[in-house]
């Protein structure tokens, strides 16, 4: 008989604030327990807000519109308002987005057709060999043929490089290493900066040293702010909150309502 509300990752700088903005001036009512994510807390932009998505089109236009040769944009494929910036970027700067099958998979299964697909104008697909040779293993060759009216192969990537940008991921790069004539002019990074102190994209940073490759980075979090989440817990204030999915719990302890700290593991009965 009781009543848990999660928080998940809501942003009011995603291209999905109405919905937020809703809930937020029409919470749930009768929550018992409050689960709320606190990734974001501890940082110092955190308190301010982020820029929103449509805040980063221009700037990637800016950097597309710098670079001589290919564009490398390092964004997770599951980021669908990324994408959506990604795209709108791409056709405001004259260039033609290319996306890996797994990507254009991942923007099918939304059915959304608001959203890029494989068959928009200004968009091709391009099937990297770590995912041909797990579609090969597999015998899952569906998984490419859907998308072969808009495939863009290897040997002619270099040829429109100049006016592409493709979404990169460090798996890539035997890929474009095997793609004679291509001049790649830049990578931007569209992830947490953080990421890169990661010793297992050192590689990657070798390799972007070695052919030297720019490096920019032009992101906004995939979490909400302190800004935002107190406007959140504000609305569903009677609630018990409990911290999930931070660093820096303690800044719950100077909000309103009652907060109840958990460690890992611990049973708890409301």
């Not at 991921?169 to 992830?191: T, V």
Request: aromatic fraction near 8%; charged fraction near 25%.
């Amino acid at each position: 008989g009781k009543r848990l509300f999660y928080s998940g990752d809501f942003r009011i700088h995603g291209r999905k604030s109405v919905l937020v903005e809703r809930l937020i001036k029409n919470p749930p009512k009768d929550v018992d327990l409050l689960l709320m994510e606190g990734t974001t807390l501890g940082r110092p932009e955190t308190e301010k807000g982020f820029p929103t998505e449509e805040d980063l089109v221009p700037k990637l236009i800016d950097l597309f519109n710098k670079t001589d040769g290919l564009a490398l944009v390092w964004a997770s494929g599951q980021n669908i308002d990324r994408l959506v910036t990604l795209y709108k970027a791409c056709r405001k700067a004259g260039r033609q987005l290319i996306l890996d099958v797994y990507t254009a998979h991942i923007l099918r299964a939304t059915g959304n057709p608001n959203i890029p697909q494989a068959d928009w104008e200004g968009i091709k697909i391009f099937l990297p060999a770590g995912q041909k040779f797990r579609i090969i293993k597999d015998q899952a060759f569906e998984l490419s043929n859907v998308f072969k009216p808009f495939r863009i192969y290897p040997e002619n990537i270099a040829a429109v490089a100049p006016k592409s940008v493709m979404l990169f991921r460090p798996s890539m790069i035997r890929d474009l290493e095997k793609m004679e004539g291509l001049q790649i002019g830049r990578m931007i990074m569209s992830m947490w900066g953080g990421y890169l102190k990661d010793e297992h994209n050192k590689p990657l940073l070798e390799w972007l040293e070695a052919q030297g490759i720019g490096l920019d980075h032009c992101h906004t979090s995939g979490h909400a702010s302190q800004l935002d989440l107190k406007r959140l817990r504000r609305s569903i204030q009677e609630a018990m909150l409990v911290p999930v999915h931070t660093d820096a719990a303690h800044h719950f302890d100077t909000w309103e309502g009652e907060t109840h700290h958990l460690d890992d593991g611990n049973w708890f009965q409301l």
